[in-house]
């Protein structure tokens, strides 16, 4: 039978329990006896039990809901009004500067403050002017691809629409999408482009023009100047691509027809200038009249490294843009509305095509002027306005490292050897080329091997020690591995900067701005289409109505319908590529990348 105890004897607690009643431990606490029935005490905690599990589980639960309704909230922010933070949404006049630094990834910036450091004589912690701008990151896959192309990426920019590979302002129906450029024209903005590419090329024609693919550059310079659905939506362009403009019976034509779109420009208002001597007769921008079109080079802008050997031929990316946002802004004086520009570091993405570690640095310091000039203008000018910067993608998988030899690195790399460098390797091709091709030719190879050595590596790259097998592989090319391939991993092993493709990488890019406070929608981590958003909330213009008026008309101006077998909204998947690299045809299929540089490699 059970051992039966006093009724008055203490009820010991169990050693195993982890709850105690509250007047049980202040008895501990004070020494004084509780006297409580056994029952009391163990009704009391129960229902304290049940008190505190329903207060958790409530809680518990009301989390769960805010933190779903806050995700779905930052899921679907591009969708709806993007939450503008100090000062709130611009009202009235104001001004829109939007940069593109092509093919400029987050080691971009590295290298080229290294290099600046050690140019300039610079200490550590001294920086570019990009560098005090940064405020946040942009995810840039498209429809068809998670690595992007300018097409596709600029698309996302203009139209704030995802697209595919290839498409300029056309959506994966082969259908037109309004582009910021185009409503902000509508709107009574003034609207402008600079490049040191072709105007042509993919990210200006994404603003102004609409077609299934990029290469179609013959018919983006139709729509640039004017022959178009909406009619001429561009008030200035700056930059190259003279020779889409020009007729075929024209020397220095690219063109496949014999149409004279300078005639048609002139006769659709514009005036047009092609020299240096007439962008000087601008006055950096007083005299300018719009709409303007200047195109200063037949195809594209020279690198920088070598453009400021030439400076009384071509204008500088900086010089473009003073001008442009000077006659833009006089342009606006007595409007009610302001400008929209694109700006382009274009050739960024081409040094990083052609794995060229010199032509990059300096392609992104003169990115850097130009983005100084833009925050100058912007302090100085009466209308408020907004400067917002970002990458369509980055181009050659740059890494501010390499390993030479099997053997364990050293953790370095050398900008001293870039700052030898006084041209690029496309520079250097194309001497190399006309030496072959003239003189050279029957100069036996130990001459060869001279003139190589002296005129190319030492004066050209600052290079004093190249083995024959070097020299040799110059002198014997193939178009699967050009000239400027092998003059740029010449100067990269050196370097040790390293490279992991002549195409473009799926890294994430940066976005930089005037100020957080003015593009506040931008900080942190968001999809390149965000930004087209933004570019189109703060001038408070409506794309969606562009969208359709171009979408009333037939689609035979956008050029020939892609074939049913081009991807244009699913990713791609794994077919034994890495087997065509062993086959040695890999560079042969990989030079059909569009980026339109103009040398060999692409």
């Known amino acids: 039978m059970p051992r039966e105890e006093p009724l008055l004897a203490p009820r010991q607690s169990s050693e195993h329990s982890s709850i105690r009643h509250e007047d049980e431990e202040d008895a501990l606490l004070t020494g004084e006896r509780v006297a409580r029935s056994d029952d009391q005490r163990r009704g009391w905690g129960f229902w304290r039990q049940i008190g505190l599990f329903t207060w958790a589980l409530v809680a518990t639960v009301a989390v769960i809901v805010l933190a779903v309704a806050y995700q779905h909230k930052r899921l679907t922010q591009h969708d709806s009004q993007?939450?503008?933070?100090?000062?709130?949404?611009?009202?009235?006049?104001?001004?829109v500067i939007f940069m593109v630094s092509d093919g400029m990834g987050p080691t971009s910036l590295s290298l080229t403050r290294s290099f600046r450091q050690l140019e300039l004589g610079l200490p550590p912690d001294d920086t570019l002017v990009l560098d005090q701008h940064h405020i946040g990151t942009s995810r840039t896959r498209s429809t068809s691809s998670l690595v992007t192309d300018s097409a596709a990426g600029a698309t996302a920019f203009s139209c704030g629409i995802k697209s595919y590979n290839g498409a300029i302002s056309v959506l994966s129906d082969h259908s037109p999408c309004g582009t910021v450029l185009e409503a902000a024209h509508q709107a009574g903005y003034k609207t402008g482009l600079v490049v040191t590419t072709r105007i042509t090329d993919a990210t200006p024609a994404c603003f102004a023009s609409h077609v299934n693919l990029r290469q179609y550059e013959d018919r983006i310079a139709e729509q640039e100047i004017g022959d178009h659905p909406l009619g001429r939506v561009v008030d200035l362009m700056l930059g190259g691509g003279r020779c889409h403009f020009l007729p075929n019976t024209t020397e220095g034509s690219c063109r496949g027809d014999d149409r004279d779109l300078i005639k048609e420009a002139e006769a659709n208002g514009f005036h047009y200038i092609h020299s240096r001597k007439q962008f000087d007769g601008l006055s950096?921008?007083?005299?300018?009249?719009?709409?303007?079109?200047?195109?200063?080079?037949?195809?594209?802008?020279p690198y920088e490294i070598d453009r400021r050997h030439v400076e009384d031929e071509y204008p500088s990316l900086e010089e473009m843009t003073r001008t442009a946002l000077t006659a833009l802004s006089k342009a606006t004086?007595?409007?009610?509305?302001?400008?929209?520009?694109?700006i382009e570091g274009s050739r960024i993405d081409h040094a990083g095509h052609g794995n060229d570690p010199a032509a990059q640095v300096h392609e992104v310091l003169a990115y850097d002027k130009a983005f100084a000039a833009v925050l100058k203008f912007l302090e100085e000018d009466s209308t408020p306005g907004v400067?917002?910067?970002?990458?369509?993608?980055?181009?050659?998988?740059?890494?501010?490292?390499?390993?030479?030899?099997?053997?364990?690195?050293?953790?370095?790399?050398?900008?001293?050897?870039?700052?030898?460098?006084?041209?690029?390797?496309?520079?250097?091709?194309?001497?190399?080329?006309?030496?072959?091709?003239?003189?050279?030719?029957?100069?036996?190879?130990?001459?060869?091997?001279?003139?190589?050595?002296?005129?190319?590596?030492?004066?050209?790259?600052?290079?004093?020690?190249?083995?024959?097998?070097?020299?040799?592989?110059?002198?014997?090319?193939?178009?699967?591995?050009?000239?400027?391939?092998?003059f740029a991993d010449i100067i990269s092993r050196r370097a040790q900067v390293g490279w992991t493709t002549h195409g473009h990488s799926a890294v994430d890019v940066n976005i930089y701005a005037s100020s957080t406070k003015d593009a506040w929608p931008l900080v942190g981590n968001h999809e390149n289409t965000d930004v087209g958003a933004f570019l189109a909330e703060y001038l408070d213009v409506d794309v969606r109505n562009v969208t359709k008026q171009l979408q009333q008309r037939s689609n035979d101006w956008l050029g020939d319908p892609l074939g049913a077998d081009v991807r244009v909204d699913q990713l791609d998947t794994y077919h034994g590529e890495f087997k065509r690299g062993l086959a040695g045809s890999y560079?042969?299929?990989?030079?059909?990348?569009?980026?339109?540089?103009?040398?060999?490699?692409?």
């Open 387 to 486: 400067l917002v910067s970002t990458s369509d993608h980055e181009t050659g998988g740059l890494a501010a490292a390499r390993q030479l030899h099997k053997s364990y690195p050293d953790y370095k790399w050398l900008p001293e050897v870039l700052a030898k460098a006084s041209h690029s390797s496309e520079y250097l091709h194309a001497k190399l080329k006309e030496y072959l091709d003239g003189k050279g030719k029957k100069d036996d190879r130990a001459t060869q091997r001279a003139y190589i050595r002296k005129q190319l590596l030492e004066k050209g790259l600052g290079i004093d020690d190249a083995t024959d097998a070097e020299v040799d592989s110059l002198i014997e090319t193939d178009p699967v591995w050009p000239a400027n391939y092998i």
């Open 82 to 95: 993007p939450t503008w933070g100090p000062g709130g949404k611009p009202t009235g006049k104001r001004n």
């Open 333 to 342: 004086e007595h409007s009610d509305k302001g400008f929209f520009i694109m």
């Open 587 to 602: 560079f042969i299929d990989s030079m059909s990348c569009g980026c339109g540089s103009t040398d060999h490699s692409h």
């Open 284 to 301: 950096m921008g007083k005299d300018a009249k719009l709409p303007l079109l200047g195109l200063f080079a037949e195809r594209d802008i």
